[in-house]
Every structure is written in C-alpha cells, then in structure tokens.
C-alpha cells in the first residue's frame, strides 16, 4: 500500500482535557500520513509536505476537519428494528419490544442482514468502534463478528447471559451460557480487531449460579471485556434489591461475583448511591453514559459531575435501541443538555474527548486507537464544515476552534460525516 497524505484541520487529544489545558492538538493545515493502516505521521503541512516518501497520494479535504474516528461504548446491534418504540419506559419496553426483536435474530440470515444494516449505520455516523451487545442466541455474535471482521473494523460483542426473567424463547441456563461464551471466546477474541465482552444482560435476568459463571469467565480469560446495565430505572433498581437481599446495593451484585474492573462497562449508573460510586471508582469500572436512551425511555439524568468528582471512568454511548440515534454527535448534543438540566457546563473539548480517546481509554484500547499518535490504528472521520447551510453559516463566525467544536456537536448529525476511514482505508463516504 502506499501512503496516503490527508490534509485538512486536524483535532485531537493528547490527554483528558479536564486534567490538562494542551490536551487538544489542533492543527489548522495539517497533514495524518497513513502507512500500512496506521499512522505514520500527524504534523503541519509546513513541516511534513516536503518530507513525504515520494510515492505518497496527497488527499485534500477542503473546509473540512479530520478527527478520530468516534466510539460508542453501548449499544444493542439485534436492536436496530426496536428504535423509536413508543411509550414505555424500561421494563415495559423490553417485554413489549426488545425481547419479540432480539428472537428474530436466532435465524442466522436475519442476523447478518441486521449486523451489515447496523454497521454501515455506524459508519454512516462516523463510529468506527464500538462495544456491542448481541443477543442470547450465539449465532448473533458469529453474524456480527463476521460482518465486522470483513470490514477491518476494532469491535468489541458478546452473546447475551440470560437465565430468568425473560421468555423461555432467549433463556440460556449457567452451563450453555458458560459454554456458548467460552467457545465464542475462544474463536473470536483476539481475532484481527476483535474482542470479546463477556454479557450479562443486568441482574434481573441473571440468577446467582449464572453470575457466578460470568465471574469464572472473567478470571479465566484475561482481556476480554464485561458489559451490563446498571441503576437505569428505578423499578429496575428496587427489583434487584426484592431478588438479591443478602446484597448491599446494586453495584454490590455485581462485585460480589468478581464483574468489576477495569475492562468492565456498565451502562447507565443514573440511581446510584455513594458506597456504589466509590466502589466503581476503586476497582476502575466504566460507566457508559447513554443520554440519549436515558431521555427516551425516560430514566433519568446521570450526573457526569459526580463521576468526574469520583474518579469514575465514563465513556459515551448510544445505547440504541434504547438511544433513538445512532449518531454520536446527537448524542452529544443530549449529553450537553442532560448536564444543563443538573447546572453542569459540559465543554466541547471534553465533549470530544469522551467520543474519542475517552471512549478509547473507557474501553481499555487507548494503545490502539483514541487518537493520531504515531503507530495507532488509523480509524478517523472527515467533518464537513459546509455540511447544511446552518452550519456553514454558524462555523463561518466561530472565533475559536473550541467554539467551532462545540456548534458541530450541537448541530451535527450524519450529515456532518462526509467520509469515514477504518484501518486507513475508505469505509464510508457520504452521497
Ligand atoms: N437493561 C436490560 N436490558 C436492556 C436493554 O436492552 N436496553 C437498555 N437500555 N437497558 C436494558
Ligand atoms: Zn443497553
């Protein structure tokens, strides 16, 4: 492959922007040279246009910006058809919607053409990783990782653990949710850019043997992930209470069977106390905060502030079907007016950071992807600055590129993503 040259504005971060003021790298004509699907070079024209190989293909992206590629650290890929459900909040929604969806995904052929369907939806989105619940049926995460692996794409899926709660039809028991994980594990992690996320559904839905399981899978698979929901609805958090009495709290479930970590991402965490926040905090969980879905299903206001006081990790996530977008740029929109509502200014900058190398570090893959270092994987996205009138317009008076940051992620939608790249090569480009 030879080198390819993109020149445009370049924005990314170095480190978390709320702990050090020259996080963000803003290059206003600068140059990402790709060699062999990473990145060999992140400089100003100035300084690399005369020293490229000269077999280097220059790309010019005019009045556009390039940033990382965004990551989404939750959301359903079986639940593409359940968007937009009406009327319900959690536990109505699941019976109602959720479950009859995810079924359907048993059937092979269906699973594929719903994984291709949701991939190209992130793409389309400018989401180049993501964190991907499927459902209990195995045959949802071979679909899924196979679409992703012929894609080039980093993903991170795992087969649903579900053994009450739930309809006989996606009931697995703790030995066949410990074997079916097991042997998807052994034939998918690791695999190109794939991994694996060992998946409890939440604890409802889970009975203390099969948790149990979980934990062994954890400890006897080092580097795969752990991904469930938490403290999302209040009914939800009362009824793990009624069916864990000998347990603390919420989180407390979830420690006592070894599920939390550094490699573990819980969504939502909106009702949780302060023994739960310290707990996540001392054993580097991730919250993966879904404002979106949150508002949909209408659970709550999760207190980002909170989180940052404590030291909890926190990435963002779409959470669809839940979320009613697949865009991280709505999604950033509804996180912004989530903190508003709680008397929180949310900035652009760590607005964009959790999309992207906040996202990278939440998910434990920041020595892969997250931002232009040299050597990283080269997933990223070209913004349009021209992308709808409006924004043209409101970009053209921006006096700082904190500003112009903040009017795309308020504004921004699929629109805004005029092509995206995953390993170097063009995965999307807009029509
Ligand atoms: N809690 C348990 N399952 C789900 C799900 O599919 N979506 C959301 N948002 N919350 C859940
Ligand atoms: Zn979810």
Same mark, same amino acid.
């Given at each position: ?221 080092? &580097?795969?992930? #752990?991904?469930?929901? =938490? ?10 209470? @009624? +069916?864990?009495? *000998? ?95 709680? &008397?929180?200014? #949310?900035?652009?900058? =760590? ?10 570090? @939440? +998910?434990?893959? *920041? ?65």
């Amino acid at each position: 492959m030879t080198p390819v040259a993109h020149r445009g504005e370049i924005v990314h971060f170095l480190d978390d922007p709320r702990n050090d003021d020259h996080a963000l790298e803003y290059i206003q004509d600068g140059i990402l040279l790709i060699e062999e699907g990473h990145v060999a070079a992140c400089q100003s024209a100035t300084t690399l246009l005369g020293a490229l190989p000269q077999s280097t293909t220059v790309i010019e992206h005019t009045d556009c910006l390039i940033v990382p590629g965004f990551i989404d650290t939750h959301v359903h890929f079986p639940q593409v058809d359940v968007i937009a459900s009406h009327g319900a909040q959690l536990l109505e929604w699941l019976e109602t919607y959720t479950f009859p969806a995810e079924r359907k995904l048993g059937d092979r052929a269906h699973a594929t053409e719903v994984a291709e369907f949701f991939l190209d939806e992130l793409l389309r989105n400018g989401t180049t990783t993501a964190l991907v619940f499927g459902t209990s049926d195995p045959v949802s995460v071979d679909s899924f990782f196979e679409c992703a692996r012929a894609r080039s794409l980093r993903m991170i899926c795992g087969k649903v653990m579900m053994d009450r709660n739930a309809p006989d039809y996606l009931c697995d028991t703790p030995e066949t949710s410990r074997n079916q994980s097991q042997d998807l594990i052994d034939r998918w992690h690791g695999v190109d850019r794939l991994g694996y996320a060992v998946t409890p559904r939440f604890a409802p839905t889970s009975t203390p043997d099969q948790l149990a399981v979980a934990g062994d899978l954890l400890r006897t698979n080092p &580097g795969v992930h #752990l991904h469930t929901h =938490t403290s999302e609805n209040r009914d939800e958090c009362k009824w793990v209470q @009624s +069916l864990f009495p *000998e347990r603390s709290n919420y989180i407390d479930v979830y420690d006592h069977y070894g599920l939390l970590g550094k490699r573990s991402v819980l969504a939502h965490g909106i009702h949780l106390c302060q023994t739960e926040w310290k707990r996540l905090a001392q054993t580097n969980s991730t919250i993966a905060f879904c404002p979106t879905s949150n508002l949909f299903i209408g659970s709550g206001l999760f207190d980002l502030k909170k989180a940052e006081e404590i030291g909890v990790t926190v990435g963002i996530g779409t959470d669809v079907g839940g979320g009613d977008s697949y865009s991280i740029l709505r999604t950033l929109n509804e996180a912004y007016k989530v903190q508003q509502l709680r &008397g929180y200014n #949310l900035g652009a900058k =760590t607005m964009l950071y959790l999309a992207t190398l906040g996202g990278a570090k @939440s +998910l434990n893959l *920041e020595s892969c992807i997250g931002n232009f270092d040299k050597g990283k994987e080269a997933d990223f996205v070209i913004l349009d600055k021209n992308a709808t009138s409006l924004i043209s317009r409101r970009t053209r008076v921006s006096q700082s590129i904190e500003e112009t940051l903040f009017a795309l992620a308020m504004l921004g939608d699929d629109r805004l993503i005029k092509s995206t790249y995953a390993l170097g090569k063009l995965a999307h480009a807009r029509t």
